[in-house]
C-alpha cells in the first residue's frame, strides 16, 4: 500500500512548481539514413513505440515516463514490411503498438540512454519548455551510442539559454 500512495502522490500537481516537457533532438540523424529510429517507453514497453522523424524531433508522452532511443536497419524493415505494419492496421507508423514486432528482436538495437519525458520546475524560474541536442555517436549491429550535446531552456520572456547538457 505505501509504495502504491508514493506513486499517486508523483503524479499529482505540487503548488508552485511545473511540469516542463523535454523536445528531444538528434542532430546528426540525417548522417543515418540506413537507420530507422524508434522510442520505446522506459514503462510500457513497446506498447506505445514512435518513429522518430526525419528531423530527428520526438517528445510528449506521460511525464513520469522515459524514451528509449532504438535504432534498426531499414533494410531489415524491408523485409518483414507486412508483419512491422500490421502491428499498427495502417502505414501510419507515428505511434503505434510494436510489441510483436520488436520485443526480443535482434535486429533492433537500444541507445546506452535513457530520457526522462519531462522535470518538474519552479513556476518561478519561468521555464516554458527544454530542447535536449542528441548525436549519434556511434551505430551498429551491436550498440546505438548516444550524447547530449547541448541543452535550451526557452523562458517565457522570449529569453533562451544554453545550460549544460548533464541536468537531468
Known amino acids: 500500500m505505501l509504495l502504491l500512495s508514493q506513486a499517486v502522490l508523483a503524479d499529482v500537481r505540487v503548488e508552485g512548481w511545473k511540469e516542463v516537457e523535454y523536445k528531444y533532438i538528434i542532430s546528426n540523424i540525417k548522417d543515418y539514413p540506413e537507420y ?81 519525458k519531462a522535470t518538474s520546475m519552479k513556476e518561478e524560474q519561468g521555464v516554458e519548455g527544454i530542447e535536449v541536442y542528441l548525436k549519434i555517436e556511434d551505430i551498429n549491429d551491436q550498440s546505438l551510442n548516444l550524447s547530449k550535446v547541448k541543452m535550451l531552456y526557452y523562458y517565457q520572456n522570449g529569453t533562451i539559454a544554453e545550460v549544460s547538457p548533464e541536468l537531468p
Open 36 to 116: 530507422l529510429f524508434l522510442t520505446s517507453s522506459a514503462i510500457w514497453g513497446w506498447e506505445y513505440a514512435s518513429v522518430i522523424n526525419s528531423t530527428g524531433e520526438f517528445g510528449g508522452g506521460y511525464k513520469l515516463d522515459e524514451f528509449i532511443v532504438n535504432s534498426i536497419k531499414r533494410s531489415n524493415i524491408e523485409q518483414q514490411q507486412e508483419r512491422f505494419f500490421s502491428q499498427n492496421g495502417s502505414d501510419d507508423l507515428q505511434t503505434f503498438n510494436c510489441t510483436n514486432y520488436c520485443q526480443d528482436n535482434s535486429d533492433i538495437v537500444s541507445s546506452n540512454l535513457s530520457l526522462p
